[in-house]
């Protein structure tokens, strides 16, 4: 008998942990699908530098990058037991582990610099957290910080947007007062004002359970079987008053309660009191996804029904029910109108398993909408629904004022047997007038793709980059010297790229009053922005005098800034130059090269070098004879065929006849990309032994390459390129072998280039 009673009351118990969350949103926010003012949930064993922290020394703001401001966002921290569960009181007023950190993600902000920190200084000596918050569902990021402060009382303070009356039990923000009866703690009111879309009238009469089953009595001693009907009318009684934590940004509601059945058993009546505690969470104008309770069904109990549903009442007079079970559309195309009038001819409407069903009781008063997950247990589950002046669909009795109006929710039907596993999950959300359906269906894929939290430690900087100690001259000539470095990084060798260099020069030679020199030098502007450390990075700095001894030195500093030491000394002697200019011009394919000389003495000749940014090295694609000893200018020129798109950088190698050798300035040309795609005829062709296959791919192709070689039967000969390729003129050599290195014979070849969804197919003739 004992376990008779225990096994419904334990299964009611575990269901009605799932109404656990209630929210609110504003009908037009909700309309627009903004899921901006969702709640943001933080463990503190996220936050772990900032454990055993006083919760009043932590504040959470957002940066806005346009305007570089930051602003206090409004948060809580809600303190938890060792057991996991929420702490009513004896509150130690210290970031624990199991604690968690709430505020709203409508205040997410911008990504700050690393060292972009809000002005209490106090929080610069402790760690900050960097909260990302990802949205799956819209593709987009925002950000947040929390900070610890020595100065609590010197952030401003944020407005409380949920209030909690414990004596009245019920539960107020700016756009809806929910309501509780005084002797059971179900929720039995929802009003939605007119600041939250609403008509200011309490259109809930009570949420329903009900539990319908068959006990087998010999698991208790007993003989035969008993029918078991619990429902909240009969059987559940709150048990003392709740407990709250009234915070700025939700409300925890701790609702003690109790389920009594009694049962006869021979001669014998016994009472089966059942304790038991929910946590209530209740956010201003957001909602959180509810993660699905798993349930048993005990040993020797089987259940025929379960029911879960909410009834309206008189107040909610023509609203309309929505619902996205299939069928519902065909039924109601304009919704089901609530009327307490009996809606003949109403389909079983099944509800899917895996997954996220919906349905919404909505007017000019207000929207009620629920989601569930539903649980793929017995034979069938439906979406409950009864409009009627009496009475219910399912053989339970009626609670309340007698009549259903728009009673709608889950019911699950037959044979949900014993070690049958339940689970399911709820949200409720409380909106304002007449809310669009498409609307419930976005919240839908909500649940399906909830916002991803993640969280990153930072410090505040105080390590400036390495100091460069290989400061080195490149190339020089009559007016200009080019210096190259290694890149340092950000905090010493590593941490990321630096921010800043500063460039000075002197004709003075440093001595020991090293400060006196830095601050009399010449200041270079126009610098490069530091790059990845460990690269190469130069300079040029024009201007100079000829014939002069000139001496550099560098410093390199990071976002804060923190600056590095002064570099080694680099000096060299201007030296006369004959090169006056050196340019590059795009010609379709080509790359046209012009420089020339006011004069010139000695000079062998200019090796012309090119290098792409997708090499690393220099390499030599001609030689060009100079004038040797002429007082008259002269002009060069050379042609370059475009090999890729991209960036293509250029110099000079200029040879004197005694071998010195003097480099030009780097000069870079971005390349246009092609306008369409293109395969050229091969060249020769005929041919023997190799031949040239030129073609172009365009802008924004983004695809994969292959350019291959078929013989008359159509079997690939050989395969020339294969894989990404950036747009750009390409030209691929064929040597008349095949993929396994063996010459191929004479005889007619075709050749295939396809990119994406373009295609191109040329014939070439091989011949000995």
Sequence with gaps: MNYVNKCAIKLLFSVVVFFTSLFLFQAHLIAAANRQFEPIVVTGDSLTNLLTSNTANLVVYSYNAGSDTWTVTASQVDEKGDDNKYLFSGLNNVLSPKDELVFLDQQRGDRAPANKWISDVSSRAYSRYEIKVTDPYYGNNGYFYVYRTDDPGGHPATADMITANSSADDITSSFYTLGFESNKGLMSNVIIPTTGGGTNVDFLERMKLRLNGTIDLSVVGGIGSMDVKINEQDHLKKDGAPEFVDGKVRVLRNWKAKFEYKISLGLTTVTYPIPFTLIFKFYPNSSTMVMPKTIVLPNGFTASLFRLSFDLN?????????????????????????????????????????????????????????????????????????????????????????????????????????????????????????????????????????????????????TAPAIVSDLRISNVNNNSVTLAWTTPGDDGVGGGNAKYYIFRFSTQEPNADINTWWRNAVNVESLPVPGTPGATQTITISGLNPNETYYFRMRTGDEVPNWAGLSNVATTVTTPVELAGFTAKQQEKYITLLWRTVSETNNLGFDVERRTDLENEWSKLAFIKGAGTTTVGKSYTFRDDIQSGGVVKYRLRQLDTDGTATLSPEIAITVAAPEKFVLHQNYPNPFNPDTWIEFEIPENNGENTELSVYDLLGRKVRSLVSGMVKPGYYKVEWNGLDDNGREVASGAYFYMLVSGENKAICKMLKMK
């Excluded at 009475?391 to 709608?408: F, Q």
């Design 314 to 462: 008189t107040n909610a007079n023509l609203m309309k029910l929505f619902a996205s079970t299939e069928g519902f559309a065909a039924a109601w195309p304009n919704g089901a109108i609530i009327d307490a009038k009996n809606d003949a001819g109403v389909p079983r409407l099944f509800l899917p398993r895996y997954g996220w069903n919906w349905w919404m009781q909505t007017g000019s008063q207000g929207t009620l909408l629920t989601e569930m997950l539903i649980s793929n247990v017995g034979n069938n589950q439906y979406l409950y629904y009864i409009d009627a002046a009496s009475g219910t669909n399912d053989g339970t009795p009626d609670t309340g004022d007698g009549k259903s109006w728009g009673d709608t929710g889950v019911k699950y039907m037959n044979n949900i047997s014993p070690g049958d596993t339940l689970n399911f999950g709820l949200k409720f959300y409380f909106a304002g007038a007449n809310l669009p359906v498409d609307s419930a269906e976005v919240f839908r894929q909500y649940s399906m793709l909830p916002l991803v939290i993640t969280s990153d430690a930072q410090s505040y900087d105080v």
